[in-house]
């Protein structure tokens, strides 16, 4: 039997880099991951407390929402993406 070949997932995220206050950054994955494929948040660096958002295409506004409600308890800015060796093999893969 002849299958034809599955086309590829996309595979474009949104990348969000923001920098929060160390003690916020548990909270703020636990409020993600809640919102189930929304998005991924990983800590790039634990001393500047810098995480990034890997938000699927279709979830950005979503994203955008829950960040929007979480910053009146977690301030966060956005950064630029940080010039830096990771040893998170998911981060390396994508940059």
């Known amino acids: 039997m002849l299958r034809m070949p599955m086309t590829p997932p996309q595979t474009a995220v949104v990348l969000w880099y923001l920098e929060v206050a160390p003690e916020h950054i548990a909270p703020i994955k636990f409020i993600f991951e809640a919102?189930?494929?929304?998005?991924?948040?990983?800590?790039l660096d634990r001393r500047r407390a810098i995480i990034v958002l890997m938000i699927v295409p279709d979830f950005v506004e979503a994203a955008r929402g829950i960040l929007e409600s979480l910053r009146q308890d977690?301030?966060?800015?956005?950064?630029?993406?940080?010039?830096m060796a990771t040893d998170d093999w998911l981060m390396r893969e994508i940059l």
């Not at 919102?35 to 800590?43: G, H, K």
């Not at 977690?74 to 010039?83: A, G, L, N, T």
Request: glycine letters at 0%; aromatic letters at 10%; charged letters at 30%.
């Open 74 to 83: 977690y301030p966060c800015r956005e950064v630029p993406c940080p010039d």
């Open 35 to 43: 919102y189930e494929e929304v998005a991924i948040v990983r800590t």
